[in-house]
């Protein structure tokens, strides 16, 4: 606006700058509040007919023509000032409910676990709804500590309720079920009973026992990775390949595959994750190197090192992930040198 006032007084009333003041209220609009937008509308025509006067335009056709756009343009921003006001908070109120929901669903897991060290990483592939189809879940019982992570297939909230569904079901079996292959039993029922229209859920269970051996079950996830205290990578590929959770395991006639089980000793990690990870695509359309990244989790804690390496995948996308992406790392450390009680934490985002 000011500088339209002043071009208009250097070029003079023949240019027909005069309607150019209307510029100020359609970017009050868009930008600021219906107070500010308001007053940002009656500056302009003050400004509008204070110029109308100087150029001699007023009684006249452009100098009416120039206040009717003026007003015009400055009551349709007032309007998007309202209408944007108004989304802005139903979208804070959605917000805020997705984070309760997120919450209720997936728990801050304890920073410590019996002997491991825990740390999380979620983002959802839509960032406003702050959850999806992914989960994952840290369970300390009598025995050691159990986890779950998995990935449903489908989006949207089918999939959010079959993710409570499986966390469910899981936090109750992990202190329940005296073995493994009893939470995965219990686990495939309840997905037989709830799953329809060929869903299905990819996951991978672990527990971790007092000997320091860990045990495993994949049903179709990704591989976790065991990085040992020397650096060395080892893919945990399963035994005996299982199909996904709610493909008819649990009706009979197929046994559950046996654990994987592997020593999991002081200075090890293990870095579960879901498929968004490994299928974050760059704009040459690459995948994301998982395994060559591994040296990021180096850090001193493994909240520091999973916001290292998420932030890397967030460099090597260039932008929002195109789908959900969890990591769960846990990380051994013998007790006698954790400190404090357990606490809850907050994924990172």
């Known amino acids: 606006m000011a500088v339209t006032l002043v071009a208009d007084v250097a070029a003079g009333p023949t240019v027909g700058l005069l309607p150019l003041v209307a510029l100020g209220p359609a970017f009050a609009g868009l930008a600021g509040g219906p107070s500010r937008t308001a007053l940002v509308g009656v500056l ?7 110029l109308g006067w100087y150029d001699g335009l007023l009684p006249g056709r452009r100098g009416t023509t120039a206040l ?4 015009g343009v400055t009551a349709a921003g007032l309007g998007a000032a309202v209408m944007r006001r108004r989304r802005e908070a139903e979208l804070a109120s959605v917000r805020s409910i997705a984070e309760v929901a997120q919450r209720v669903l997936l728990r801050p897991v ?16 839509v960032a406003e709804a702050r959850i999806g189809g992914d989960l994952y879940e840290v369970v300390t019982f009598a025995g050691g500590v159990r986890v779950i992570v998995g990935d449903v297939q489908g989006k949207g909230l089918d999939a959010v309720e079959t993710a409570a569904d499986v966390l469910g079901a899981f936090r109750e ?5 005296p073995d493994l292959t009893g939470v995965s039993a219990r686990l495939e029922r309840a997905m037989d009973r709830t799953l329809q229209d060929e869903r299905f859920v990819t996951a991978v269970i672990a527990e971790l026992r007092p000997d320091r051996a ?20 080892r893919s945990l590929e399963p035994g005996t390949p299982a199909p996904p959770l709610g493909l008819g395991l649990g009706l009979g006639g197929v046994e559950s595959p046996e654990p994987l089980t592997v ?17 974050a695509r760059d704009r040459h359309g690459a995948f994301y190197p998982l395994v060559d990244r591994l040296g990021l989790l180096d850090a001193d804690s493994p909240e520091l090192a999973l916001q290292g390496l998420h932030g890397d995948i967030v460099k090597h996308t260039g932008g929002p992930l195109g789908d959900d992406a969890a990591m769960l790392l846990l990380r051994y450390r013998p007790r006698h040198t954790l400190g404090g009680p357990d606490e809850r934490q907050r994924g990172t985002r």
């Open 214 to 233: 860990m045990a495993l079950l994949n049903y179709g996830h990704p591989a976790p990775l065991l990085i040992d205290s020397a650096g060395t990578v």
């Open 68 to 71: 009717i756009s003026v007003a």
């Open 110 to 125: 304890p920073r410590q676990a019996g002997e491991l060290l825990v740390a999380v990483s979620y983002t959802a592939a």
């Open 173 to 177: 079996a992990a202190h329940d079920e």
């Open 44 to 50: 302009a025509l003050f400004l509008c007919l204070a």
């Open 263 to 279: 020593e999991f000793a002081p200075g090890d990690q293990l870095l579960l994750y879901t498929d968004g990870v490994i299928e």
